[in-house]
Nanobody
């Protein structure tokens, strides 16, 4: 089993930057083979995929709305996933969640495809 804890959220003005972290603990043997993702959910909206990084070759994919502004990365030595967010906009305001699992070719944008999920960290852009 893997536990995920997000941090780094906060309030920022439009155009600003934040870096979210997702610390993993538990079954360390699983880390390197897992696919990882960041999701967000704004009030009244469905949870949407923001970015993903594969456990295999480290390939990354992004939602069109964040391409060029957000960067997903992972530090295997620290068992930590990151999301660097630049050029933040008001529409980026949401609760951000990290997730991990073995997608095996499934759609990375679907939250239920990930076995492990964190509790979220709030990002507010004004």
């Amino acid at each position: 089993h893997v536990q995920l804890v997000e941090s780094g959220g906060g309030s920022v003005q439009a155009g600003g930057s934040l870096r979210l972290s997702c610390a993993a603990s538990g079954d360390t043997l699983s880390y390197y083979s897992l696919d990882w993702g960041w999701f967000r959910q704004a009030p009244g909206k469905e949870r949407e995929g923001v970015a993903t990084i594969s456990g295999g070759d480290g390939s990354t994919y992004y939602a069109d709305s964040v391409k060029g502004r957000f960067t997903i990365s992972r530090d295997n030595a620290k068992n930590t996933l990151y999301l660097r967010m630049n050029g933040l906009k008001a529409e980026d305001t949401a609760m951000y969640y990290c997730a991990a699992g073995r997608l095996r070719g499934k759609d990375w944008r679907l939250p239920h495809e990930y076995r492990y999920r964190g509790q979220g960290t709030q990002v507010t852009v004004s």
